[in-house]
């Protein structure tokens, strides 16, 4: 089958790299955006003619009226999250019919025990928790491997719903209300569960092109991340396809987005963290805090070891590169090239998060450009020294920066 070219957006780093408003400019040439992983621990900001949008489940798409939009399987999914979201937006003047909407009836649901263990057991690891976002992602997922998860498809049919639900009475304090709850979105929610393999080979088909939408970063992605300082899912490109049941082929370009310095959020190693005043200058100036949790980033330089790997395994065609007025008074830029430690140097990730830890980093510094780029939409307007960090990045990936971004609005934005 010949499909159109798809689009497959992720970030390069511990997520929050700014895939929402990139997203957001890339939907305008979409038919349909679709999530292929993750949950509502995601945090979307999108700014469009001035009111502020915050998604974290519906695909960004959602908030332009004329687009399609939809959750593949490998998203796990809290209906009450997305209930709730679904009423913010309609509040907001924003419609959203089963036709603009689809969600994959073999995705996962998110249970409200699943929320319950998370939290228990990130007490439970006490100092070497895993900083997760508390809303049952990982616990769902388990269910999912584990064969015993309930999933969207299952809400088409109330009455063995209503069977089964007897059966996980004992998981909730307040059964009735659940119960309840369980039968107003098996109403509410059925038109929009379809078999989205079936619909979205029928829209290829018909010419119409995918922005698949990436959540998280590469960096938290449960196989090739900082294990076990990671999300649940896979958060690489190919899972576009794996999270959708469209064929690899369906992936199309990949575009990755790298902020022009780093942040994590949640535990887990950092090697390029800033502790010092630049570090805070950077998340004062970045407004750094968790779109999910209000937690503040840890902020650093951008790390190169990690930006290479991640585009050979991602199979990255071009890049976006986010947030680079943030770095407009610094006098000097650093990158990591490499890292030490006990005698032994790495250009590439430790499988073992120890050996990640505490190593030292080996830098490239580049010069400042110390002058205003917020707000320019037009390459041949930035100052020579980001003009010269830009090719910098690009010779170390070896991939295209093609779009910058220099501010939170939409129209912030360099093309090239
Ligand atoms: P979980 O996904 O809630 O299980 O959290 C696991 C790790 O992923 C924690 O370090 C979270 O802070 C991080 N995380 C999950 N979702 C996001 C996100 O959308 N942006 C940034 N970090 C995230």
Redesign the pocket.
Not at 229 to 232: Q, R
Not at 265 to 268: I, K, L, M, Q, T
């Given at each position: 089958m010949h499909h159109p070219q798809n689009t497959t957006i992720i970030g390069l780093q511990?997520?929050?790299e700014g895939k929402g408003k990139m997203v957001d400019h890339l939907a305008e040439h979409a038919d349909i955006i679709v999530r292929f992983q993750?949950g509502h621990?995601?945090?979307h900001t999108l700014v469009v003619e001035g009111v502020t949008y915050k998604l974290n489940l519906l695909p960004s798409g959602i908030v332009r009226p004329d687009k399609k939009t939809a959750l593949g399987h490998g998203v796990v999914l809290d209906l009450w999250a997305l209930e709730k979201e679904m009423e913010t937006l309609s509040t907001a003047g924003i419609t959203i019919t089963p036709e603009r909407f689809m969600i994959a009836e073999n995705a996962s649901l998110i249970m409200p025990w699943h929320r319950v263990q998370d939290q228990n057991r990130e007490r439970g690891l006490g100092d070497n928790k895993?900083?997760?976002?508390g809303?049952g992602?990982?616990p769902a997922y388990e269910d999912r491997v584990g064969r015993r998860a309930f999933r969207a498809g299952d809400l088409l049919d109330p009455q063995a719903l209503n069977a089964r639900l007897q059966g996980v009475a004992d998981q909730v304090d307040d059964f009735c209300a659940f119960a309840e709850d369980m039968m107003r979105f098996s109403r509410t929610l059925a038109p929009h569960i379809v078999p989205l393999w079936q619909v979205l080979a029928q829209s290829q088909r018909r010419g119409e092109t995918i922005l698949f939408e990436g959540?998280?970063?590469f960096y938290?992605d449960v196989d090739f991340g900082t294990y076990p300082?990671?999300?649940?899912s896979n958060t690489l490109a190919s899972q576009a396809a794996t999270g959708t049941g469209l064929p690899a082929a369906a992936v199309g370009h990949v575009l990755g987005v790298v902020k022009a310095y780093t942040t994590r959020?949640?535990?887990?190693p950092f090697p390029t963290e800033l502790s010092d005043t630049t570090g805070e200058h950077l998340g004062a100036k970045g407004h750094e805090f968790g779109t999910?949790t209000g937690r503040k980033r840890r902020c650093g330089w951008l790390d190169g070891v990690l930006l290479k790997q991640a585009c050979t395994i991602n199979g990255i065609q071009a890049l976006a590169l986010t947030k680079l007025d943030v770095l407009d008074e610094l006098p000097a830029i650093k990158v990591a090239v490499a890292y030490q430690k006990a005698g032994v140097t790495y250009t590439h990730l430790p499988l073992h998060w120890r050996d990640f830890s505490d190593v030292s980093v080996v830098y490239d510094t580049l010069p400042g450009w110390q002058s205003i780029t917020a707000g320019l939409q037009d390459y041949d307007a930035l100052p020579d020294n980001a003009k010269a960090y830009i090719a910098y990045i690009e010779r170390l990936s070896g991939v295209p920066i093609t779009c910058i971004s220099t501010g939170p609005r939409r129209e912030d934005t360099i093309v090239r």
């Open positions: 511990w997520g929050d993750g621990n995601a945090g895993i900083g997760t976002t809303r992602i990982g959540a998280q970063g938290l300082f990671v999300t649940s959020v949640g535990s887990g999910v």
